[in-house]
């Protein structure tokens, strides 16, 4: 029974680490990524579609995004899209493709990015530490229903807190780089 707790509490913490990388790829460095863009959601014909369903995204150079539409009868949504977002983007059309120059990050832009990207990171810290909270109470709920012993009890509440500063050291690491890849001029 702790086994299978301590397992779900592991792979809920596993789900918070890849959602963190997730996020972090969506934030701008000075560096060109199609994860800055692929998400963005475009009207097309009256629905939201995501913009990796509507059109080819490359990054052929380190600071141009190309958009390739599969239909041209989109470029102009695409475009306003990606002007509305909050990216601070501006598209160059040419009838084709959508070129996106990416500018350089200014120093204070950059630390910018470093706080929200630390402010995250600490939500995610906080969602792991609350999957050990949910672990540890559904622990002393057996417990208190006497299919665990104490012994059992304090072995897996160890186990579980250990998880948690794995997971965290995890996330830290994670951060560290992504901090280090803003900060790169």
């Known amino acids: 029974m702790t086994g299978e707790i301590i397992e779900e509490a592991r792979k ?10 997730h996020e972090l790829a969506r934030v701008r460095t000075g560096r060109a ?6 998400n963005l959601h ?3 014909y009256g629905s939201k579609t995501p913009l ?41 059309n040419d009838g084709k493709i959508i070129r ?13 990015l470093v706080k929200k990207v ?6 995610f810290r906080v969602g792991i530490r609350n999957h050990r909270r949910d672990a540890n109470d559904m622990l002393k709920e057996l417990h208190k229903e006497k299919q665990v012993n104490d012994d059992d009890l304090r072995a897996a509440e160890a186990k579980v807190q250990q998880l948690t500063t794995d997971f965290i050291e995890r996330l830290d690491k994670v951060l560290a780089a992504k901090e280090a890849e803003i900060m790169e001029v």
């Open 100 to 112: 996106i120059p990416i500018p350089e990050l200014t120093e204070e832009r950059r630390r910018d």
């Open 12 to 21: 809920e913490m596993e789900k918070a680490v890849d959602a963190f990388r």
């Open 52 to 92: 990796r369903q509507l059109a080819g995204l490359a990054a052929p150079e380190a600071r141009l995004l190309v958009i390739t539409p599969y239909d041209k009868g989109a470029m102009h949504d695409i475009e306003k899209a990606i002007q509305t977002s909050d990216l601070g983007l501006t598209p160059m």
């Open 42 to 44: 475009v009207d097309y």
């Open 118 to 123: 630390r402010k995250d990171a600490e939500e």
């Open 33 to 38: 990524s199609t994860a800055l863009i692929e």
